[in-house]
């Protein structure tokens, strides 16, 4: 059987060149349109293959879905089903879209039922987000927040090269991309004050991150070992975790972030499969001391994943101001998740896991606008002539990932979010 991940496999739908939706990608995404209600998508070039349709016209007999779970407007459904059933459903998708394949291909009007134009169609959140989690995994990251705020010598905390840090977050403020999020308020102690001001927040950043959706995991009081915790992950997204960097200076001592991040978080709307991102799987960094036996991992664990991130004034053209890499991450997927477990910690289906700031050793890669302007020192220079610190009222955000061996590209589309002024 030939693999759904093979470069060679072409679609009879047409795919442009440089689509981040190729056949060997086929995420999963909700999706719908004034006609249709919200249901289960795979994104297939400029077009939206809909699943519920092919259940119903036959095309999807001997799989462990129902037509309930195809109608769902999440993905926690089909994801509920297990790696196993997803994989073969990808793998039927794969093979009906196939240009070798005469099945669908060959019934024109089956083709008009199922496959629909991706700009008639509104994509929605992808997954019903039970419980959510946000690393802080990339060394980069920390140690430039450690040199801005603590000391430069020692800029990383004593816990950070032994454990994937990471906070309990807010799930319910997650969007999905097109949807505008307003500037945050809350108590700020500005410079040289003895006491708080209240108001809108004035250091408004972004922060580039991925995110991953689990499936079940184990009972509560059980562990998922580094060996196995691929086979908990169903995909991925991008994932903006919006941050006010004012409230959040001033709130996040003893116990952390809160206000500063659980406002908004925003999400792409195609969630690519680990399968799919097998082929750019890369060996990650060093990691010096030695971790503790159960973060140990075999193989290669990271993923080249090549990351930007665009700001586009109001009435204006977008300037992209940071260019970043998944695989800079110090800490892994499999590692965060292990870590997650190992206090016997149940994960459930539809879980999302945010990576942290995913920022590179060049300051051009840096993931978010407290690195890239250096606190507000180094104001960044927009095509239009403006200049930026932090990110102003009707700016969007727009982040972009892709992974490519120079032939096939998987993309996870965008994540485009405009800030609105405070309510």
């Known amino acids: 059987m030939i693999s759904a991940n093979d470069p060679k496999l072409t679609s009879w739908v047409n795919v442009p060149d440089h689509s981040d939706f190729p056949i060997q990608n086929l995420p999963f995404g909700i999706f719908k349109t004034p006609q249709m209600d919200a249901r289960v998508g795979v994104a297939i070039g400029e077009h939206v293959l809909d699943l519920k349709a092919l259940h119903v016209l036959g095309y999807l007999e001997n799989l462990p879905f129902t037509l309930d779970d195809l109608s769902s407007n999440t993905l926690n459904p089909i994801i509920h089903r297990g790696k196993v059933a997803t994989r073969e459903l990808r793998n039927r998708v794969s093979k009906l879209l196939s240009s070798d394949i005469p099945d669908l291909r060959d019934k024109e009007h089956h083709v008009k039922q199922a496959l629909l134009p991706m700009g008639d169609c509104e994509m929605l959140l992808p997954v019903e987000i039970g419980d959510y989690t946000d690393f802080y995994s990339s060394i980069e990251h920390a140690t430039n927040v450690g040199k801005m705020f603590r000391d430069p010598a020692n800029a990383l905390l004593p816990n950070w090269k032994h454990i994937p840090v990471g906070y309990h977050g807010r799930s319910s403020s997650i969007v999905v991309s097109g949807t505008p999020i307003h500037r945050p308020k809350g108590q700020m102690l500005p410079a040289d004050a003895d006491a708080p001001v209240f108001g809108p ?3 408004l950043d972004f922060e580039l991150e991925m995110a991953f959706i689990t499936y079940p995991g184990k009972p509560m009081g059980d562990s998922i070992g580094t060996s196995e915790a691929e086979n908990y992950i169903f995909g991925m997204v991008l994932f903006n975790d919006w941050s006010a960097r004012d409230i959040q200076k001033w709130e996040y001592v003893p116990l952390g972030p809160f206000l500063g991040k659980n406002f908004a978080s925003s999400v792409s709307a195609w969630v690519v499969t680990l399968d799919a991102l097998e082929p750019y799987k890369v060996a990650g960094p060093a990691q010096d001391p030695p971790v503790l036996s159960y973060l140990e991992y075999d193989g290669n664990r990271n993923y080249d994943i090549n990351l930007e991130v665009g700001i586009q004034p109001e009435g204006n053209d977008e300037t ?48 978010s606008m407290l690195e890239l302007s250096w606190k507000g020192t180094k104001p960044l220079k927009l095509s239009n002539g403006e200049e930026r610190k932090f990110i102003n009222d009707n700016d969007e955000v727009i982040m972009r990932g892709h992974a490519t061996n120079g032939d096939i590209r998987i993309g996870f589309g965008e994540v485009r979010s405009k800030l609105l002024p405070t309510r």
């Open 201 to 203: 927040c004035k250091l």
């Open 320 to 367: 992209v101001i940071c260019r970043s890499n998944f695989k800079y991450m110090y800490w892994n997927m499999s590692q965060q998740l292990a870590h997650h477990t190992v206090n016997g910690c149940n994960i459930r289906g539809g879980d999302m896991m945010a990576s942290g700031t995913i920022s590179g050793k060049d300051e051009t890669s840096y993931g």
